[in-house]
């Protein structure tokens, strides 16, 4: 399984939105949903390694793993947030992308409270 | 990576359309509706079984929960 296969699939799919675009715009709209929907399942598990890797290495340096987790919550969040966001501007719908891509941006402001908090302990440590 | 998936979506809205079609031409216009409802469910129910194997997938390996 390599990149050609994931192109591959993805020139067949825009075909099959294209062709059936002008007769049932909401099939080709889940085409396409359905599509994306593949190729993200696919790559979730090529993400998997790199999160194994990254938390041998903060283990080895001792880095908190509270962060850790918080970073990894971030990430999947502006993951999702994306994938919804893209699929309300293919359908034309901005308004909606925006509300969601707002919605994100606030969940994930949640998240980064308490690594914030952390570095402001830091900071006000270091203040004379 | 099965390409299957949306080659039978594609074939339902084609087989939709067709449908449609025939249906129109015999001025059996609420029929034709219908069987466009009843394709647009079908596929909804196939798309949103993947969505939720994606979702899941992502909780379990962000441990977003």
Same mark, same amino acid.
């Not at chain 1, 192109?7 to 909401?26: C, G, Q």
């Not at chain 1, 880095?63 to 359908?91: P, R, S």
């Given at each position: 399984?390599?990149? *050609? %296969?994931?192109?591959? *699939?993805?020139?067949?799919?825009?075909? $099959?939105?294209?062709?059936?675009?002008?007769?049932?715009?909401?099939?080709?709209?889940?085409?396409?949903?359905?599509?994306?929907?593949?190729?993200?399942?696919?790559?979730?598990?090529?993400?998997?390694?790199?999160?194994?890797?990254?938390? %041998?290495?903060?283990?080895?340096?001792?880095?908190?793993?509270?962060?850790?987790?918080?970073?990894? =919550?971030?990430?999947?969040?502006?993951?999702?947030?994306? *994938?919804?966001? %893209?699929?309300?501007?293919?359908?034309?719908?901005?308004?909606?992308?925006? =509300?969601?891509?707002?919605?994100?941006?606030?969940?994930? $402001?949640?998240?980064?409270?308490?690594?914030? $908090?952390?570095?402001?302990?830091?900071?006000?440590?270091?203040?004379? | 990576? #099965?390409?299957? /998936?949306?080659?039978?979506?594609?074939?339902?809205? /084609?087989?939709?359309?067709?449908? #449609?079609?025939?249906?129109?031409?015999?001025?059996?216009?609420?029929?034709?509706?219908?069987?466009?409802?009843?394709?647009?469910?079908?596929?909804?129910?196939?798309? /949103?079984?993947?969505?939720?194997?994606?979702? #899941?997938?992502?909780?379990?390996?962000?441990?977003?929960?």
């Amino acid at each position: 399984m390599s990149i *050609f %296969q994931i192109v591959m *699939f993805a020139i067949i799919a825009a075909i $099959l939105v294209i062709t059936i675009k002008s007769e049932r715009p909401e099939i080709a709209m889940l085409i396409s949903l359905a599509a994306g929907v593949s190729i993200l399942i696919f790559v979730i598990s090529k993400i998997s390694t790199v999160i194994s890797v990254f938390n %041998q290495l903060t283990s080895r340096t001792n880095i908190d793993m509270i962060y850790l987790n918080n970073i990894l =919550k971030i990430i999947g969040i502006a993951y999702i947030t994306e *994938f919804g966001t %893209q699929i309300c501007k293919d359908v034309g719908e901005g308004n909606l992308a925006s =509300k969601v891509e707002l919605a994100g941006k606030i969940f994930i $402001l949640i998240e980064a409270i308490p690594i914030i $908090l952390a570095l402001l302990n830091v900071v006000v440590s270091i203040m004379p | 990576m #099965n390409v299957d /998936i949306i080659f039978k979506i594609a074939a339902i809205g /084609i087989l939709v359309t067709v449908l #449609n079609m025939v249906l129109v031409s015999s001025d059996r216009k609420e029929q034709a509706m219908m069987v466009t409802l009843v394709g647009l469910v079908v596929v909804l129910m196939m798309v /949103i079984s993947m969505v939720s194997n994606l979702f #899941n997938a992502v909780k379990t390996m962000f441990q977003l929960y």
